[in-house]
C-alpha cells in the first residue's frame, strides 16, 4: 500500500523556525503533485504549500514568504521549511501525494494523506 509518514512536528515559540519532512513509500508511481495540507481545530483542511512533479512550487496566501517547500522527485519526499511561525499556523500538517490521471475517459485525481504531525506555536 501507499504509505506517507511525516516527521519533525512539535512545539515552538512564535518567531521560530520548524522543517517537516515526509517520505512516501509503497508505490513505484511519482505523484503529479505532492505538498503540504494543514488542519487547525475547528476548521477544515486548507493548502500549505505544494510543488509539481516540474518542481513548480504553489503556495497558500498567507505563508509566502515564510514557508519554503522543496521536493524530490527521485526519493519520493517532500519537505516543509516553516520560518517565522505564528501561533495561528498551530494545526496539524498532513503531508499529500495527489495522482491526476488524465487518461481515462473522465479525468480523475486520488489523494493520499500522511497521519499528520502536529505543529504548535506559543505565543
Known amino acids: 500500500q501507499v504509505q506517507l509518514v511525516e516527521s519533525g512536528g512539535g512545539l515552538v515559540q512564535a518567531g521560530e523556525s520548524l522543517e517537516l519532512s515526509c517520505a512516501a513509500s509503497?508505490?513505484?508511481?511519482?505523484?503529479?503533485?505532492m505538498g503540504w495540507y494543514r488542519q487547525a481545530p475547528g476548521m477544515q483542511r486548507e493548502l500549505v504549500a505544494t510543488?509539481?512533479?516540474?518542481?513548480?512550487?504553489i503556495y497558500a496566501e498567507f505563508v509566502k514568504g515564510r514557508f519554503t517547500v522543496s521536493r524530490d522527485v527521485d526519493k519520493n519526499t517532500v519537505s516543509l521549511l516553516m520560518n517565522n511561525l505564528m501561533p495561528e499556523d498551530t494545526a496539524v500538517y498532513y503531508c499529500?501525494?495527489?495522482?491526476?490521471?488524465?487518461?481515462?475517459?473522465?479525468?480523475?485525481?486520488?489523494?493520499?494523506w500522511g497521519q499528520g504531525t502536529q505543529v504548535t506555536v506559543a505565543s
Open positions: 499529500n501525494g495527489r495522482i491526476i490521471d488524465l487518461s481515462s475517459y473522465r479525468p480523475q485525481r486520488f489523494d493520499f
Open positions: 509503497g508505490t513505484p508511481l511519482t505523484f503529479s503533485d
Open positions: 510543488t509539481t512533479s516540474a518542481g513548480s512550487p
